[in-house]
């Protein structure tokens, strides 16, 4: 039983932490696409920035889903922007509460 779960843990993280992908970002709207999977939608406040890694929670229509970028994957100055769109958002959202 606890080899399932275990597995289970592991591919719902690998589906979360794409191995490779390209991140386009314009204002709040963001879109991941990599070999196995697209994702588009809006940033959302719940999106949180970490120092070695931020994780973005994206809205769609259909669904939300959580993308997990490490620091070490991506450059340094393109880091910083996800962090700055982050910001933003959560700046935009509570502007609008």
């Known amino acids: 039983?606890?080899?399932?779960?275990?597995?289970?843990?592991w591919?719902?993280?690998?589906?979360v932490h794409s191995d490779e992908g390209v991140v386009i970002l314009s204002s709040s709207n963001i879109c991941f696409e990599s070999k196995t999977v697209k994702i588009n939608g809006n940033l959302s406040?719940?999106?949180r920035v970490y120092p070695k890694s931020v994780w973005l929670h994206i809205e769609s229509l259909a669904q939300s889903r959580w993308l997990i970028v490490n620091a070490r994957s991506v450059e340094p100055q393109n880091f910083i922007r996800l962090k700055r769109?982050?910001?933003?958002?959560?700046?935009?959202?509570?502007?609008?509460?």
């Open 11 to 15: 591919l719902q993280f690998k589906a």
């Open 85 to 97: 769109a982050i910001l933003a958002a959560r700046t935009e959202s509570a502007g609008l509460k």
């Open 1 to 9: 039983m606890a080899f399932i779960s275990g597995r289970w843990c």
């Open 45 to 47: 406040c719940k999106s």
